[in-house]
């Protein structure tokens, strides 16, 4: 890895970690819209954008639905969460096998908002074991929606631990 020369998007892939403690400071309204515009420009397969996102700020008083949908204590400090929803009657099938590709679109649209959060010095996590039944209830979500991932938003809290073990590129390569 020594001889990878440094970019802007290597280094933003080396800054993202799972911020699991939070500062109370508010992320600024315009860091809020460069992570909605950096998630509405997501890919998604056959283009059919089957994705829906639920910004709960630190007034909200839905938050307690994340609370109680994914009970660990860290969560609640996050001053903004970002559920990521989608609809999978709206997602491309592929006619092959019926693979509904709901979730590869969900992930692209919830990596792009972890990696434009980075970008503004904002900390977040993906957050998936969650009580999906409880979460869908509680907040009320639209008959057909699904939520994929809860996205705690905010400022790293001074003891917030960077994590980033990963395997060797050989490891990952099929030969
Ligand atoms: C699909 C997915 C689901 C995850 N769900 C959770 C979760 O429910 N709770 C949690 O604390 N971290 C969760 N994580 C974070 C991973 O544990 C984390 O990304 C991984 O350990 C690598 O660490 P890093 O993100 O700091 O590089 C999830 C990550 C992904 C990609």
């Known amino acids: ?19 699991r403690a939070y500062s109370e400071r ?11 515009e950096c998630a ?5 397969a056959c283009n059919r954008q089957p994705w829906r996102l639920m910004v709960i700020g630190p007034d909200d008083e839905r938050r307690h639905a994340v609370a109680q949908a994914y009970n660990r204590p860290w969560i609640t400090s996050a001053p903004t969460y970002i559920i990521v929803c989608g609809a999978p009657a709206e997602a491309w099938t592929r006619p092959d096998d019926g693979k509904n590709h709901l979730d590869v679109d969900l992930a692209i649209i919830a990596e792009h ?20 039944a409880r979460l869908t209830v509680d907040l009320k979500l639209p008959c057909g929606i699904v939520p994929m991932a809860i996205v705690p938003l905010g400022y790293p809290a001074a003891d917030a631990v960077p994590e980033k073990k990963r395997n060797d590129l050989e490891a990952l390569i099929i030969k």
Request: hydrophobic content about 45%; overall charge neutral; aromatic content about 10%.
């Open 40 to 44: 509405r420009l997501a890919p998604s």
């Open 113 to 132: 908002i972890c990696l434009a959060a980075a970008d503004r010095g904002l900390g977040t996590c993906w957050v998936c074991n969650f009580n999906p």
């Open 26 to 36: 508010v992320p600024a309204a315009a860091d809020m819209e460069y992570i909605m």
């Open 1 to 19: 890895m020594n001889n990878i020369s440094a970019s802007g998007f290597l280094d933003l892939c080396r800054s993202r970690y799972s911020c």
